[in-house]
């Protein structure tokens, strides 16, 4: 594995030793679908039949192009749409999904906020590493996922050198 001069580890090297959290909680979503009404027109599907999963410690990426429903997506699991109909099954810790306290306990960074332009994509792969992942975790552990991440996805040679505002991605 070839590795950029600021990671000094390779994944083999993280320790994997991190405190329990108290408060661990899985979210699933399964078959999620949301259409929205139109005068005068046929119902919009905005999102179809999306399924997926994100647990403690994970870094989940929700990738597509402009216009595909990532923060439509988003909005729907933190419990943010108020008009449209949702259909499907979200669950929390496999169970369905407390929708009267759920607003308390979940939250996302919207785009805007989270990728700023001038950040080489190491650079908000980290800092979103830092805002996803819990506080008791190993800075070395989060360098890791973000390390798994850029492997994951094959962008070793480009993460320090392309911003996000490239035209090259």
């Known amino acids: 594995m070839v590795q950029l001069p600021s990671l000094h580890f390779s994944p083999c090297d993280v320790p994997r030793h991190v405190k329990p959290l108290q408060n661990e909680c899985t979210l699933g979503w399964d078959n999620l679908s949301y259409t929205v009404s139109r005068r005068g027109q046929h119902p ?25 429903g990532k923060t439509t997506l988003l909005d729907i699991l933190a419990d943010r749409i108020s008009s449209g109909q949702v259909t499907g099954q979200i669950d929390l810790n496999g169970r369905p999904r407390p929708v009267k306290t759920f607003r308390l306990l979940s939250s996302y960074v919207s785009q805007e ?14 800092f ?9 975790v190993l800075a070395t552990e989060r360098e890791g996922r973000v390390q798994a991440a850029i492997d994951d996805m094959g962008i070793l040679t480009i993460i320090a050198f392309l911003t996000i505002t490239s035209s090259y991605m």
Do not use: H, Q, W, Y
């Open 44 to 68: 919009k599907v905005i999102i179809n039949r999306v399924s997926g999963r994100a647990a403690p410690g994970e870094l989940v990426a929700i990738m597509g192009p402009s216009g595909s």
């Open 128 to 136: 979103a590493a830092r805002l996803s992942v819990p506080a008791n």
């Open 113 to 126: 906020d989270a990728l700023t332009g001038s950040f080489t994509v190491l650079e908000t792969l980290r």
